[in-house]
């Protein structure tokens, strides 16, 4: 069977099942809990990180069922774009399971990892946070490649362009290549000038001017990785849709991005782990997508970090690593602020639940990712550490360390420390810490050592 086309996709976009939107929100949440039920999937509090091989498979045939019944919903034509369970699975047949990113010495593969692998997971490190001066940006950009173990980078966002806020499409264009230039201008200072940016373009926030930012003159490559987005739930727009579009004809790669909500329509853990994995099917079948990037959320404290997060994020990595097996990062956001104890927590919780359950990981997203000028490069170089120190640590093992972290900070979840930016812990000039934050981080670095995670 031949693999179904972009242009097939757009077809059924236009030909497949009438629905209302209310009526297909209405189908996911029934469809969901029908399956939960079939396949007896149930929420252990207990084992936040679970070791069952069994319910990982569960997880993944109840999805390729719900998204057999249910497809995606374009919100501009009112129709369901569906597969048959046989494109399905001839779709995941042929899914990469590795693809080319960078350039020069940083050209690199990034390959779908296994549960328990002894291989590093990929780094990409950075975020797409907001800072608030074009001179910071470059002090970030140029901490995040000077990571030994950073393997892409996520450039920052920037906020205004010549003194000019950033509201509108026309200054979004502007502003995203500015952010280009910087971004390149920083990878050269930290002597990497051909790391891969794979959040492309972060500072356009309509598809039109992620579109028009995108071409070689404005120094953006095919091995870099531009994040095309399906809306919550299984919902996408037109206008995404060209955009896909437009990278497929380029030869770009394009990594699909979703965000798996606990408490919305998906219901609890268990639904939300289902629909995880169909948003990865999803991304295989719609977008054709090379590498993928997801982060589970809880929607009452919206952070990565709760124990049922853990729990849908643990299981739905397992079920994909172990059944669809490609490249794909978890983004974990972390409730409490920059420079805090909570923080660090989270941060090792979060690369426990990922690693140890076969997919790559993207550093630290302080305070939900909401606040300007919250991040710190050091704890970016902390999660990269944490994360080869744990490679290949059983899932067993992580478990019982990420129930010991949940104590310290799980109470704590829905009123976190707002923590400190990035002036108040590093000297802007310099670009290097201060005194009073290396003597937390080193207070910080040995508490998790004591737990057994030997950060080198």
């Not at 870099?224 to 299984?234: C, E, I, Q, R, S």
């Not at 929607?299 to 299981?315: P, Y």
């Not at 550490?385 to 829905?414: C, F, P, Q, W």
Request: proline residues 6%.
């Amino acid at each position: 069977m031949p693999p179904i086309s972009f242009i097939e996709v757009l077809n059924r976009s236009l030909t497949g099942p009438v629905s209302s939107e209310k009526e297909f929100d209405y189908k996911v949440g029934m469809k969901l809990r029908e399956l939960v039920k079939k396949y007896d999937i149930k929420y252990n509090p207990e084992n936040p990180i679970p070791s069952d091989n069994s319910l990982a498979d569960d997880v993944f045939k109840a999805a390729v069922e719900f998204y057999t019944d249910v497809g995606t919903y374009c919100m501009d034509t009112e129709r369901r774009i569906t597969f048959t369970e046989d494109e399905i699975k001839e779709g995941i047949k042929n899914v990469p399971h590795a693809t080319l990113f960078g350039e020069g010495n940083e050209a690199k593969f990034f390959s779908a990892r296994t549960l328990e692998s002894s291989e590093h997971p990929w780094c990409h490190v950075g975020a797409g946070i907001a800072v608030s001066s074009e001179e910071l940006l470059v002090k970030l950009v140029e901490a995040f490649a000077s990571i030994p173990e950073t393997d892409s980078v996520s450039v920052p966002t920037l906020t205004e362009v010549d003194g000019v806020p950033i509201r509108t499409p026309p200054l979004e264009v502007y502003g995203s290549i500015r952010m280009i230039a910087l971004a390149h201008e920083a990878m050269k200072r930290a002597g990497r000038p051909g790391l891969p940016i794979l959040n492309l373009v972060s500072t356009a926030a309509s598809q039109i001017a992620g579109i028009a930012a995108t071409a070689p003159q404005f120094g953006i490559k095919p091995t870099d990785g531009w994040l095309v987005d399906a809306f919550p739930d299984l919902k996408m727009y037109n206008d995404v849709l060209t955009k896909a579009a437009y990278l497929l004809n380029w030869g770009a790669n394009i990594g699909a991005c979703y965000t798996p909500l606990i408490g919305g329509y998906s219901g609890g853990p268990e639904g939300t782990a289902i629909m995880s994995v169909a948003y990865s099917i999803n991304g295989i079948m719609v977008l054709k997508s090379r590498y993928q990037l997801y982060y589970v959320s809880n929607i009452v404290n919206g952070s990565s970090s709760s124990r049922d997060a853990l729990w849908a994020l643990s299981v739905s990595a397992q079920a994909i690593s172990r059944n669809i097996k490609v490249p794909i990062i978890h983004l974990s956001y972390q409730a409490a602020g920059a420079a805090t104890e909570m923080l660090l927590y989270e941060i090792t919780a979060a690369i426990l639940a990922s690693v140890a359950s076969g997919i790559s990981v993207e550093s630290n997203h302080p305070s939900k990712a909401v606040l300007t000028d919250h991040i710190i490069p050091m704890e970016s170089e902390f999660y990269c550490k944490v994360a080869h120190a744990v490679t290949g640590m059983k899932r067993s093992e992580v478990n019982e360390l990420a129930k010991i972290l949940l104590l310290k900070y799980e109470k704590d979840l829905n009123n976190p420390p707002k923590g400190k930016k990035y002036q108040e812990c590093y000297d802007v000039k310099t670009g290097k810490p201060k005194e009073e934050y290396l003597k937390f981080y080193k207070v910080m670095e040995k508490k998790i050592i004591d737990l057994g995670i030997q950060i080198e």
